[in-house]
């Protein structure tokens, strides 16, 4: 009896840490100075950075997170990295 409440709580906590691990690779992913999302900032308008109202800023912001280091401008109030 003991033996398959171990095998059973060892098999949950096996379960529960392997669904933290796909969690946190999930969000390493998606942060903003990760190598996947560098890629994707170029050529694209970024409002997730807030209203843009200083060119400087959003230059900084598309030297930083895109590989091409062009950077990027205020385009409607939203900022766009250049392609």
């Given amino acids: 009896m003991a033996y398959r409440r171990f095998v059973l709580f060892a098999f949950i906590a096996l379960s529960v840490l392997l669904a ?3 969690s946190i690779s999930m969000v390493s992913e998606d942060s903003i ?8 900032l170029c050529c694209k308008d970024h ?5 843009c109202t200083n060119n400087t ?7 930083r997170g895109c590989k091409n280091r062009k950077g990027g ?3 409607r109030k ?5 392609c």
């Fill in 33 to 40: 100075l990760s190598s996947n999302k560098r890629a994707s």
């Fill in 73 to 75: 401008f205020c385009k």
């Fill in 57 to 63: 800023k959003c230059n900084k912001r598309c030297l």
């Fill in 20 to 22: 933290c691990v796909e």
């Fill in 47 to 51: 409002p997730e950075f807030g209203v």
């Fill in 78 to 82: 939203v900022c766009h990295c250049y």
